[in-house]
């Protein structure tokens, strides 16, 4: 029953703030309002489930009866803690979204809610279309997020990303239409025993299916083109949305549908996918080095550690997963924080080069130290969210393959090196225009910061809150790896 | 049974209007016979069973298809506003004329017999040509006309050849009587062969599927928008519901024949409509591969299983009418501000800036575009979805792979549309839309998300 409050809530703030939002503050409140009601209820019924009733988040209706088809959603710790990053995500997002002045904002806070209901579904749902109704619904309201309110060259980027991630979605839509040929069903769960009795050639087709739909979402390289353009060009609602919230759908769908559906591939696809991990994670640690784009640079980060993320899965121990979980949310906060900041930079000094930036801290002390605390935690520093994650992904990649480890370990330097690279660049130095008065954050900006830099060091301090939720669908997950 | 008689009478009626000095009346008379024929289909209802000899067979899933083609006409009919521009010079002519178009639909979803079959093919044809010439004063048009006549006049010959020979391996005309032949494998295989063989081709050429396909570009952008519309969504539906008629009765055993055949049809309509669309800057001609491409995929359908195939097309046909009639409803109120040399300008790049003039329009058409190339929560995604599940259970899973492929070509087209409507560089008249249009609109687009939600509103009525 909750689950379909958190799914109604956003849909039905969408049309409420498309149908009476007519100027920018009426939407704002209403997309504001529902963003809150559903972290409301969120947290509400993850108590529930943390304190020991799991059903709070099922529910089953017939669908499509005459395929078979369910409406069917059920949530294990791993959903439970996507959920809570879409749930505090959405609202620091809409909050972020002060611009003066934007066209048709009705439409704007609609999209943005409509997203919030698609995430839910995908990181929910418990058939197989379901999945991909969602999966795939998710990328609409934001590709046109983007060619609407986005830079001079949105529509050419949102085009290249919608065509990539359809182009994966169609061949995940072939392998499923194959799954339940097979197996009958549409019920993940009972779907299972079928995916698990398929020869292991099929299985290897289907996870290489799989695999091409979420490497492009996540991106993995080589699929990840798409991407810096996608987030560099987009406005900055939709790259936080896109980076924050979107790309972990894909490691998500690794872990809901490509491990339990195609068992026997994972392993003989596990050193492939790690090396590709790998590839892509030094790459782009490198290539963030060179960025003279704020955005640009945030976005390489983030393509380099969401390989990190997908090596962390399919290496095959509790810790992989564990640690792929938490890192999803880590860095879905911190990512989101960090284009946050980007864009209030860009909003006061009109520019994104870091070559034109500098010297920010004098003026704005409470802003640098803010961004200070989200880039350590991107960083990965002891007692910061990223630390966590990022250790038990390095240990499980460790144990897979010592050498692939040490590389891995290599992007934490890297990390660092491009990280504070930025923070010299923008904060310190010589003030590059002395005439520009630069505002400290004030107001909500500080109050989201505040927030988000605050969740950084909750996350980084006390990680077992985390990991304890999830630890129970990790290790079934494993469990029935194991035993096929 | 009694709205082909309604029809045929009604059509006659309306051209006797024609004569009358008071003309508006006309149209909203035409719209009054169609919903009456409308309401008489639904006599029949629950109540199967066989007219003139075994002629017409009458059952729930032929009412249903009767009751999908009256309503499109409906619907592509109301867009016919304005009745003095050139192409409706005489409108009671060409509402008369769409009438009896419709008695050959419906009797190409009924038959029984193979006469039926090539009487309804032909009724709806000749209507068609006409229609696809009804602006006189178009050189486009009048060749579009010429073409569609000609290759299709063949075609029908070649039908009717096929039919003889169908004939003369099985000694009967009657659907019953022919399967229960094939049962027992006493024709004559070889003319069964070559009658099979021409029959297809003369009914594939009706729903354009490649190689049959060469005509579709050439009429559909010739002939006014709005009998574009009338071809793309009628024609179609009563042919793949004939295709399937015949394939699941008469053919049914024959599966070794036409099976191999369909398979390479499939592949060429889905290769061959998808690649063409990619380099086309006329809305209509990309309309006219996308349709193309469809037919490829509802002949997917026809592969598989046959106890889904026909929900599965009824389905896909509905979506892909919703669709097409939002996409070239909106061409034709977008079209009317702006001319070239005369005539309405129909390039894709018409659409740009659509945004800033009429957001709702907009939102008709990405909602069509997305439709058309199958995204989620619109009726098409669904549309896909049946028909890769009902083949999927054939021996073409490799069919499945490649019109998936060519589903990820699509989009790049279908989105040239969008795209251009939200570049907000271009300028664009003042639009203006008269309220049937809002509604003819509210109805497609409404119905193309319902349908994207709850895809069983449709299927359960079987």
Redesign the interface.
């Known amino acids: 029953m909750f689950l379909l409050l958190l799914l109604l809530i956003p849909l039905v703030g969408a049309l409420l703030s498309f149908v009476i939002g007519r100027n920018e503050a009426s939407a704002k409140s209403v997309a504001i309002a529902s963003s809150l009601l559903s972290l409301g209820v969120f947290i509400y019924a993850a108590a529930q489930f943390t304190s020991g009733s799991t059903e709070i988040f099922s529910f089953a209706k017939p669908w499509i009866a005459s395929a078979g088809l369910n409406f069917k959603f059920s949530a294990d710790g791993i959903s439970v803690l996507l959920l809570a990053l879409t749930s505090v995500l959405v609202p620091l997002i809409v909050l972020s979204a002060a611009d003066k002045g934007r066209e048709k904002s009705n439409v704007f806070y609609s999209l943005v809610l409509f997203t919030q209901f698609t995430l839910v579904g995908v990181f929910t749902a418990g058939d197989l279309f379901l999945f991909y109704f969602f999966f795939e619904a998710a990328l609409v309201p934001v590709y046109f997020l983007i060619i609407n309110w986005g830079g001079e060259n949105a529509p050419k980027s949102a085009f290249k990303m919608f065509i990539y991630t359809i182009f994966g979605s169609l061949l995940m839509l072939a392998a499923m239409v194959f799954l339940y040929t097979k197996g009958q069903t549409a019920d993940l769960e009972a779907l299972k025993s079928t995916a698990a009795l398929m020869p292991a050639k099929v299985q290897m087709l289907l996870f290489g299916a799989f695999i091409i739909a979420f490497a492009i979402k996540m991106p993995l390289f080589p699929f990840h083109t798409w991407q810096p353009n996608a987030y560099t060009d987009s406005p900055a609602t939709a790259t936080m949305l896109l980076s924050g919230l979107l790309s972990k759908m894909g490691v998500f769908g690794l872990i809901r549908i490509a491990l339990p559906m195609a068992p026997l591939a994972a392993n003989e696809y596990a050193m492939i996918v790690t090396l590709l991990a790998i590839v892509g994670l030094i790459y782009g640690s490198v290539i963030a080095i060179k960025q003279d784009d704020i955005k640009r640079l945030i976005a390489y980060s983030s393509f380099a550690h969401m390989g990190l993320m997908a090596a962390g899965v399919l290496s095959g121990s509790v810790e992989g997963i564990q640690g792929a979980v938490f890192q999803m949310l880590a860095h879905g906060v911190n990512a989101v924080g960090l284009f946050y900041v980007a864009k209030i930079i860009f909003d006061r000094t009109g520019t994104r080069s870091l070559s034109q930036l500098g010297g920010i801290s004098q003026q704005a002390p409470v802003l640098s130290v803010l961004f200070m605390i989200i880039l350590l935690g991107s960083v990965a520093l002891p007692l910061t969210n990223g630390f966590v994650g990022e250790f038990l992904m390095l240990k499980a990649v460790f144990e897979f393959d010592k050498l692939i480890g040490v590389i891995a370990g290599l992007s934490i330097i890297l990390g660092a090196v491009y990280m504070l690279r930025l923070f010299q660049n923008t904060m310190f130095g010589e003030v590059k225009d002395s005439q520009l008065i630069i505002a400290d954050v004030t107001g909500l900006e500080r109050l989201v910061l505040v927030i988000i830099s605050g969740i950084v060091l909750i996350m980084g301090v006390f990680p077992n809150v985390i990991l304890k939720v999830s630890e129970p669908a990790a290790v079934t997950l494993l469990d029935y790896l194991s035993s096929i | 049974m009694y709205p082909i008689i309604s029809l045929s009478i009604t059509g006659l009626l309306t051209l006797f209007l024609g004569f009358a000095d008071n003309k508006k009346l006309v149209f909203p008379l035409s719209i009054l016979f169609l919903l009456l024929a409308l309401g008489l289909s639904f006599v029949d209802w629950n109540a199967p069973g066989y007219y003139f000899n075994g002629m017409l067979a009458v059952n729930n899933e032929s009412i249903a298809f009767w009751a999908i083609v009256i309503v499109t006409a409906i619907l592509v009919l109301s867009l016919s506003e304005g009745f003095d521009r050139i192409e409706f010079s005489q409108p009671a002519e060409y509402l008369a004329i769409a009438q009896f178009s419709l008695v050959g639909a419906i009797m190409m979803v009924s038959y029984n017999n193979l006469i039926m079959l090539f009487l309804g093919i032909e009724i709806l044809s000749v209507a068609m040509y006409v229609l696809t010439g009804a602006d006189k004063r178009n050189l486009r048009g009048n060749e579009a006309a010429i073409k569609y006549f000609l290759m299709g006049a063949f075609a029908t010959g070649i039908l009717l050849f096929g039919i003889a020979m169908f004939y003369g391996a099985t000694g009967s005309f009657n659907l019953d009587s022919v399967s229960d032949l094939m049962q027992e494998g006493s024709a004559d295989a070889l003319f069964l062969w070559i009658g099979c063989t021409f029959m297809l081709i003369g009914m594939l050429f009706k729903v354009s599927a490649a190689p049959f396909h060469l005509w579709t570009p050439d009429v559909y952008e010739g002939a006014p928008t709005i009998f574009t519309a009338f071809m793309s969504t009628i024609v179609k539906t009563a042919g793949f519901v004939a295709l399937f008629k015949i394939l699941s009765s008469a053919f049914n055993g024959l599966g070794e024949v036409w099976a191999i055949m369909f398979a390479v049809v499939v592949l060429l309509s889905l290769v061959i409509g998808n690649l063409g669309a990619l380099s086309q800057s006329s809305f209509k001609r990309l309309m006219a591969y996308s349709s193309i491409s469809h037919a490829g995929f509802m002949l997917l359908a026809l592969l598989g299983d046959h106890n889904n195939a026909l ?1 599965t097309i009824l389905f896909y046909s509905l979506a892909y009418t919703l669709a097409t009639i939002s996409a070239f409803g909106v061409l034709l109120v977008v079209s009317k501000e702006r001319t070239e040399n005369g005539r309405a300008y129909e390039k894709i790049d018409l659409f740009r800036g659509l ?1 800033k003039e009429n ?1 709702f329009l907009t939102a008709v058409l990405t909602i069509s575009m ?1 439709s058309l190339s199958g ?3 619109t009726a098409g ?2 549309g896909k ?2 028909v ?2 009902n083949a ?2 054939s021996d073409f ?1 490799w069919l ?2 490649v019109a ?2 060519m ?2 070509v699509a ?2 087209y279908y ?1 040239k549309p969008i ?1 251009e409507a ?2 907000r560089s271009g300028e664009l008249s003042t639009i203006k839309i008269n309220s049937i249009f809002k509604i003819i609109f509210g109805i497609t687009t409404l119905g193309t998300i319902v349908l994207g939600i ?3 509103l449709i ?2 009525i079987f």
């Open positions: 929900s945004i957001g997305l995204i989620p929560l995604f669904w979805f049946f890769f599940s999927s259970g899973f499945i792979i998936v492929l589903s990820a989009i790049y989105f795209k939200f570049d709850f895809p069983d299927r359960s």
